[in-house]
């Protein structure tokens, strides 16, 4: 099952102009197994090319086509199907709470979705348990828990859903350094434990190089780049992307340039220090 983009064009109209924000897109993404990541300067179309997968926004031209479900769909077709395949977690998804509580909130979802209350329970309960909240914290008001609680409630709330695929916009923006692991190993464990395919929206090339197996690159709306990390890292065009090198891959090339060690491509931290300790034997 897959998601597919033809010829995808998608326009803002504005009352005096309008922006092409994305031009000819086309790409298919599996729902099994793909650790995608979508990046490109601000304003290049990320936000726009997830949110027409889950048919909040309709394509202008061109086709999307979710599971076999397409855009811009068919007369009578029920788009809000598709807010529960695709589960898309926005840029700041703590803005969006707005329960009496946190367990309430993650049962939001599933409840509109037409399951029963016993059933939306359950699911809410294992999606808590799943981003770690549970016990007193779910009975809390969203609101007078911390930051990274309020955000973890928030991606519990999309994964009560059960998607096939989870789309994340962003997820770590503001969170302190520790709290930006932690999260980016929840998104590693539900993708291992589920093969859930997961699209991460990230300005981070460190987390590019340490999570994602493909990369999406956008520039003005354009895909002008969709492969293999390590490809992207050693493409000829890389400078034209506006994108930075993942520190890992940074220090090699200066080891490389003022101190002569061979630059093998390592894309964490723990491989590039098991490499550079193997060098010294
Ligand atoms: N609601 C909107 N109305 C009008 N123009 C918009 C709207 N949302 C986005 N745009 C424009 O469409 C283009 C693509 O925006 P988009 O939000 O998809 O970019 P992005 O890559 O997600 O950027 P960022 O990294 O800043 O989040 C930009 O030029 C933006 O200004
Ligand atoms: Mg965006």
Do not use: W
């Not at 609680?149 to 709330?157: D, E, L, S, V």
């Not at 709290?179 to 997961?198: D, V, Y």
């Amino acid at each position: 099952m897959e998601i597919r983009f033809k010829k995808v064009n998608f326009k803002y109209k504005g009352l005096s102009d309008i922006t092409h924000a994305l031009k000819e897109v086309s790409l298919t993404i599996n729902h099994k197994n793909e650790f995608i990541a979508v990046v490109g300067q601000t304003g290049s179309g990320k936000s726009t090319l997830v949110q027409l997968m889950n048919g909040l926004l309709i394509p202008d031209s061109g086709t999307v086509d979710v599971f076999g479900f397409k855009l811009p769909p068919k007369r009578r077709q029920k788009i809000n199907q598709l807010r529960q395949e695709v589960g898309l977690v926005f840029q700041f998804p703590e803005y969006q709470l707005f329960e009496e509580t946190v367990i309430k909130d993650i049962m939001f979802g599933p409840k509109n979705f037409k399951k029963t209350a016993k059933d939306a329970e359950t699911r809410a309960l294992e999606a808590a348990k799943m981003v770690g909240l549970e016990g007193d914290i779910l009975k809390s008001s969203p609101f007078k828990i911390s930051g990274g609680q309020m955000r973890r409630a928030a991606i519990a709330g999309i994964l009560a859903m059960d998607p096939r695929v989870l789309v994340l916009d962003e997820p770590t923006r503001g969170l302190d350094p520790q709290g930006r692991t932690e999260m980016m190993e929840l998104f590693r464990e539900i993708h291992e434990n589920t093969k859930k395919t997961i699209i991460l929206i990230t300005h981070d090339m460190d987390l590019v190089s340490e999570y994602a197996r493909r990369v999406i690159v956008l520039k003005d709306g354009e895909v002008v780049f969709d492969g293999k990390k390590e490809e992207l890292f050693e493409d000829p065009n890389f400078k034209s992307y506006h994108l930075s090198l993942p520190t890992p891959l940074k220090i090699l090339k200066y080891l490389e340039e003022e101190c002569g060690i061979i630059y093998k491509p390592q894309y964490t931290y723990d491989d590039l220090i098991k490499y550079l300790k193997e060098g010294k034997k």
